[in-house]
């Protein structure tokens, strides 16, 4: 069976130090994958989309990049980390032939202070 | 532009209430929607699609296209119905599909 990984689960950075998230998925092969941002009141924002390794999409000009350098690995960055980075950052991924449904990972709750 | 709304932050019945909570969205094409729901301490996960027209846990939602709008409704609500509710639409945007979701419901079901 087809699992999602996500880790670490919480992080308490500095502003200004950099960020590594990471996201794993097993059981499957050339997913598509995704990165979210859930927010209290705005819902889940879609950062970034990635169709394949080296194929990195995104929704939204901001302080974050994200990276695919293996098939089922995706890994969200920053250089540089701001206040307004703090939140629930959820990774997901579909098959090709069902890119409408997600499976969800368990998230990783980031606080920059 | 696709959106999706979800007008109202919280919901609050009683158990054996009907529950309707509402969506609607914008898009130019031929939507696909879902409903998302995440229970407290677990993952987000897919709750129904409107192409199943299925009922999952006493749930069912219809697609309106005149009104644009995919209410996810339940005749008579759960404690264990309490959670948070997305409402997502697929459509196609740069040449690939995309889901967006609105800002979602959380329903609260008190005993």
């Known amino acids: 069976s087809q699992t999602i990984h996500q880790w670490p689960a919480t992080l308490v950075q500095p502003v200004g130090s950099p960020l590594s998230l990471e996201c794993t998925v097993e059981g499957t092969s050339n997913p598509n994958l995704y990165w979210y941002r859930q927010a209290a009141g705005r819902g889940l924002q879609l950062l970034f989309y990635s169709v394949g390794i080296g194929q990195i999409s995104s929704e939204v000009p901001q302080n974050l990049s994200a990276s695919r350098p293996q098939d089922r690995q995706f890994i969200l960055s920053s250089k540089k980390l701001l206040l307004s980075d703090s939140g629930f950052y959820l990774c997901?991924?579909?098959?090709?032939?069902?890119?409408?449904?997600?499976?969800f990972g368990a998230g990783s709750r980031l606080t920059v202070l | 532009a696709q959106r999706v709304t979800q007008p109202e932050k919280l919901l609050s019945v009683f158990k054996g209430a009907p529950v309707e909570l509402k969506c609607n969205y914008s898009y130019s094409g031929s939507p696909e929607l879902f409903w998302y729901v995440q229970y407290s301490r677990q993952r987000l996960q897919l709750l129904l699609r409107h192409i199943s027209r299925e009922s999952i846990k006493g749930f069912t939602a219809d697609l309106n296209k005149g009104e644009t709008s995919f209410h996810l409704k339940k005749p008579f609500a759960q404690e264990e119905d309490s959670a948070m509710y997305y409402c997502?639409?697929?459509?196609?945007?740069?040449?690939?599909?995309?889901?967006?979701f609105g800002a979602g419901t959380r329903l609260a079901v008190h005993p």
């Open positions: 997502a639409l697929s459509g196609l945007s740069g040449g690939y599909n995309k889901l967006i």
């Open positions: 997901a991924w579909s098959v090709k032939s069902g890119a409408n449904v997600l499976t």
